[in-house]
C-alpha cells in the first residue's frame, strides 16, 4: 500500500495474527508491516516518510515492526515485546525504543537485510541508535548493508550484537552487559564475508567472550576486506 507523511503514535497493538478459538492469525502477522510492492524492476507502491512513535507493542505472533522497501522510516519511543525489523530500506531510523522479552522472543531489532544480491543503492544511510534491550536471545543483527549502530544498551542477552554478512557500517559506543552463562559482546553468525564494518568505543562486560568472531572472509574474493 502506498503511504507518504504519515504519523502513528500512542496505539497499543496486542497479540497481532495470533490463532483463537475462533479465528485463525492473517499474515504476516506482524503489528505494522511496511511492504510496498515491488516486482520486475518496478515500483508499484512506494511508501516514505513515516514515523512510527510512542507505541506499545505486545504478543504479536511473527514480530513487532517490518520494513521492507520503505524508505526514510522511522521508530522511536516505542516499547516492544518482539522484534523490530529493517531491509531494503535508505534513511531509516530505529531510536530510543524499549525492548523487554516476555519469554519466548529471539531478537530484539533485525538492522538490514541480509542478502548480497543487491548493492548499497538500495540499503544505506541508516541509523539504530539509543535502543534499551533487555533479555533477549540475541540483542541485535546487524545486516547487509549502511548501518550506523551506536549508543545502545544490551542488557542480560544472550549475545549482544551479531553480524552477518555486512559492509560499509560502524558499530560504536554500545554497551552490552549481561550476567548469562557464556554471554558474548560482539560476534558473528555464519557469515559470508564482512567488509569495512568499523567496530569501535564499546563498552563490553559479559560472562563469555567480549568478542568473538571465526570462519570469516576465507574465500579468494574477500582478501582485503577487513
Not at 212 to 223: A, K
Request: overall charge negative; glycine content about 10%; charged content about 20%.
Amino acid at each position: 500500500t502506498d503511504g507518504r507523511n504519515l504519523i502513528i503514535e500512542n496505539n497499543s497493538i496486542i497479540d497481532t495474527g495470533v490463532a483463537t478459538a475462533l479465528s485463525d492469525g492473517t499474515a504476516p502477522r506482524w503489528a505494522i508491516d511496511i511492504e510496498p510492492i515491488w516486482s520486475g524492476g518496478i515500483k508499484y507502491e512506494i511508501v516514505e516518510n513515516v514515523i512510527i512513535r510512542n507505541n506499545i507493542e505486545r504478543g504479536s505472533e511473527k514480530g513487532g515492526f517490518i520494513n521492507a522497501r520503505g524508505y526514510y522510516i522511522t521508530y522511536e519511543n516505542n516499547i516492544m515485546e518482539n522484534s523490530i525489523a529493517m531491509g531494503e530500506t535508505v534513511g531509516s531510523i530505529v531510536r530510543n525504543n524499549i525492548f523487554e522479552n516476555p519469554g519466548n522472543s529471539t531478537v530484539a531489532i533485525l538492522a538490514g537485510n541480509n542478502d548480497s544480491s543487491y548493492g548499497n543503492e538500495r540499503n544505506h544511510s541508516n541509523e539504530v541508535y539509543g535502543n534499551t534491550i533487555t533479555g533477549f536471545h540475541k540483542g541485535i543483527f546487524l545486516q547487509d548493508p549502511g548501518i550506523d549502530l551506536h549508543s545502545n544498551t544490551m542488557i542480560n542477552c544472550d549475545s549482544g550484537i551479531q553480524i552477518l554478512t555486512a559492509r560499509d557500517s560502524n558499530i560504536r559506543n554500545n554497551i552490552i552487559t549481561s550476567n548469562v552463562s557464556r554471554s558474548e559482546g560482539i560476534s558473528n553468525k555464519v557469515s559470508d564475508y564482512i567488509n569495512n564494518v568499523n567496530i569501535y568505543d564499546n563498552t563490553i562486560m559479559v560472562e563469555g567472550s567480549p568478542f568473538r568472531f571465526t570462519n570469516v572472509n576465507l574465500g579468494d574474493t574477500e582478501i582485503g576486506y577487513k
